[in-house]
């Protein structure tokens, strides 16, 4: 046997042995981590260098939000896959239900206090339903188990028409929600009071996730070099393909005869104008941005940075697709380590706990920071952030924590089963 053969052999050895993708919880480390720092940058910077958080979160929103809900869908798959040799169908659907509803139950209790700091008042039950993070990733791990059950090219063609037609409807909700009753529920269930991740379009995060979490599965389960390169080029080349789309497609805007491509500038107050604040909420950073001390007015925002819309959507997702396929380059081929790395994979894995318990210290520093202490911050921020979650992983096992929640009735419903 020649020493190149040897040399294979020995890589696919090595390959085959890794059962679980490290970068995957690399990358929801790194979402949340970029949660947890813009939450802090919001709260805590003087009102002198908040304009910075706008300008900033705007072209970055999707290293947020957008790629911890797209990893949250994407991580049902490999809870399926896993379970479906030793365990029922029956079995598999209880557990991913009682996680999806236990985080929804936790996005449920959140929606008051987010419309009492945004100054919205609804009556109760009114006021709990609202599509926040947590509430869309409970929602996406219930949908995404039915969402499996299409072939990839139909989810692929849902995904993406779902996402080049929901402006119109919601436009069309929009205008005529305060004339018709029947109306105004569809629009009220479908973009709530407060949108940060309505069901139109992020439902098309559900159909589109999972392709790539089975791709990831099926990789993982070979194991072998082949498998893992195959596996890059698919999420860099889709990846690429889906930013370029996100930039350059032409889509109609909430005009339904406005037409423009997703780097085409948009001000919302400007004449003809029709995209609205309750509608997409991040176009509020255009006046936080705009509210600086050097007295530079931006003429508005490109349409890929405002989220929920369609260009955002593609843009995100092709950038969520790079930035997991960059990771898993370096991280499980490459087999790179070091603090960074291992903090946020820790970070990754309780990232349900880290991202409730982050709002606890919101209130500590508000409004006191300038930006140059910023790095010190945040470093010392996070460092005790993960230092805390380790004390109440390592010696109280997590108990009171959403996963352990989560874990404790799942067990206790496949005991029951079983029975």
């Given at each position: 046997?020649?020493?190149?053969?040897?040399?294979?052999?020995?890589?696919?050895?090595?390959?085959?042995?890794?059962?679980?993708?490290?970068?995957?919880?690399?990358?929801?480390?790194?979402?949340?981590?970029?949660?947890?720092?813009?939450?802090?940058?919001?709260?805590?910077?003087?009102?002198?260098?908040?304009?910075?958080?706008?300008?900033?979160?705007?072209f970055l929103d999707f290293l947020g939000p957008s790629l911890f809900v797209f990893l949250s869908a994407l991580s049902v798959i490999f809870s399926i896959k896993r379970k479906k040799i030793a365990s029922s169908d029956k079995t598999i659907r209880n557990r991913i239900f009682t996680r999806g509803l236990v985080i929804i139950m936790i996005g449920v209790l959140f929606n008051p206090i987010s419309l009492f700091i945004e100054n919205k008042s609804l009556p109760f039950p009114a006021n709990l339903w609202g599509w926040n993070i947590l509430?869309?990733?409970?929602?996406?791990?219930?949908?995404?188990?039915?969402?499996?059950?299409?072939?990839?090219?139909?989810?692929a063609i849902t995904g993406f028409v779902v996402i080049f037609i929901?402006?119109?409807i919601r436009q069309i909700l929009f205008q005529f929600k305060d004339i018709n009753a029947g109306v105004n529920i569809l629009h009220f269930i479908i973009t709530s009071p407060l949108p940060q991740v309505p069901f139109l379009p992020w439902i098309a995060v559900c159909f589109i996730s999972t392709i790539f979490g089975e791709y990831l599965f099926e990789t993982m389960m070979k194991g072998t070099k082949e498998a893992y390169f195959r596996l890059l080029r698919i999420f860099l080349t889709c990846g690429v393909v889906l930013v370029l789309t996100g930039l350059f497609i032409w889509i109609p805007r909430l005009g339904l005869d406005q037409w423009e491509p997703g780097w085409a500038i948009l001000n919302p107050t400007s004449t003809g104008g029709t995209i609205v604040s309750a509608e997409y909420l991040h176009i509020n950073l255009l006046e936080l941005m705009n509210n600086n001390v050097i007295n530079y007015q931006f003429p508005g925002m490109a349409l890929f940075t405002i989220r929920s819309s369609g260009h955002n959507m593609f843009f995100n997702l092709g950038a969520a697709l790079l930035i997991i396929g960059i990771s898993f380059y370096y991280i499980d081929i490459k087999n790179k380590q070091n603090i960074f790395i291992k903090m946020l994979i820790f970070f990754g894995k309780v990232s349900l706990s880290l991202f409730l318990i982050q709002y606890l210290f919101l209130p500590l520093y508000l409004g006191q920071f300038p930006i140059i202490f910023a790095p010190f911050v945040f470093a010392a921020y996070s460092g005790f952030l993960g230092l805390l979650m380790y004390i109440w992983q390592k010696f109280f096992n997590g108990i009171g924590s959403p996963e352990w929640m989560m874990s404790t009735l799942g067990s206790r419903g496949k005991k029951k089963n079983n029975t």
């Open positions: 046997m020649s020493t190149l053969e040897e040399n294979l052999i020995n890589d696919n050895e090595e390959f085959s042995s890794k059962k679980r993708i490290a970068s995957i919880d690399f990358v929801k480390g790194l979402a949340l981590g970029v949660i947890i720092w813009a939450h802090a940058a919001l709260s805590w910077f003087d009102n002198d260098w908040r304009y910075i958080y706008g300008f900033l979160f705007s509430m869309f990733i409970g929602f996406s791990q219930i949908f995404s188990y039915y969402a499996l059950k299409f072939s990839k090219i139909t989810r929901s402006p119109w």
